[in-house]
Every structure is written in C-alpha cells, then in structure tokens.
C-alpha cells in the first residue's frame, strides 16, 4: 500500500514538475531559490498519509508550492530588516568558533575529563596512549604488557563509555 502511495506522489510530482519550476522562478525570481522550494514541496507531499481524500491532487502540489514560496519570500523579507546595508558578516570560511561552539566544545571536553577520570586506570592509559598519543594497539600491548585483543576490547568499552555518557551534548546535526 505504501509503494502504491509512494507511486502517485512521485507520479504526480514528476508530471508537473517543469510547470512547478516554471512558476516558482516566476515567483521567487530566483532559480536556486526555485530549486530549494520544489525540493521542500516533494518532501511535503511525501510526508502526506493520504492523497486519496485530496479532490484535485495536481491543485494541491501547486498550493502547497505556492505556501512555501511565500514562506521563502516572508523570511527573505524579514532577514532584510535584521541585516544593516554596509554590516559585515562573518566570512563563512572564518576559522575562529562561535561562542556557542567555545561553550559547546568546553562542555564536552569537561564531561570527557570526568567519565575518564572514572575509569579503571589501565583503560584510561589505554585510550589516552590511542587516542591522545597515537599509539598503534600493537604499541600500547608491548608498553602495557597485554594482548592486543585486551587493548582494542579497552578502547571499544571506553569509546562506548564516552557515546553513552555523553549522548545528551550530542547534536542532532552531526
């Protein structure tokens, strides 16, 4: 039943698609802007549970298209009015973090520091000979007179150690 539905959407979206772009440039007066709309009208037509109850489906496409480009044309608006003429912005290319990432990259480090210093010391010197000093396994098990096997075992339960205690200052667009 899926597929089926799946079909028509797609079916529906690629019979009307060059009409849709003619008319989103036309609106937009921007082909990339056009592109972007098109893209967020699929997934939005894709995201419907039911095209059965819509009367005319090649209308609804065109509402729903029509609806986000005036959202694009709203935002597009309303950043005009935040961004001064003449304001330089930061260079997207900049290599200093923002502070959000300073205080970010401050909090994981901290919390790193406090789930290492919880550890078992010869895991913790372990997964710093790795990861800190660059230590190959077969290094660290000749240094720590222990099996490679225990080594790779050690680094496995630290870094599992680290995503579940951490889970919670991991953002969902990484």
Request: aromatic letters at 6%; glycine letters at 2%.
């Amino acid at each position: 039943m899926a597929s089926k539905r799946n079909k028509s959407f797609i079916s529906l979206f690629l019979e009307n698609y060059d009409d849709l772009v003619k008319r989103l440039v036309w609106r937009l007066g921007s082909s990339e802007d056009a592109d972007d709309v098109v893209q967020d009208t699929y997934i939005k037509l894709h995201d419907l549970d039911m095209m059965d109850d819509i009367r005319n489906p090649r209308s609804y496409l065109f509402r729903i298209a029509d609806n986000m480009a005036v959202d694009r044309l709203r935002k597009r608006s309303s950043d005009k009015r935040y961004i001064v003429e003449g304001e330089q912005m930061p260079e997207a290319g900049s290599n200093e973090p923002s502070p959000e990432n300073i205080v970010d990259y401050r909090q994981r480090l901290s919390r790193l520091e406090e789930i290492l210093a919880k550890l078992p010391e010869r895991q913790r010197d372990v997964f710093l000979m790795y990861k800190f000093d660059g230590m190959k396994h077969a290094q660290i098990a000749e240094k720590m007179g222990i099996s490679r096997s225990t080594v790779e075992k050690l680094i496995m339960n630290t870094m599992a150690a680290c995503r579940d205690q951490m889970a919670d200052l991991i953002r969902n667009d990484e």
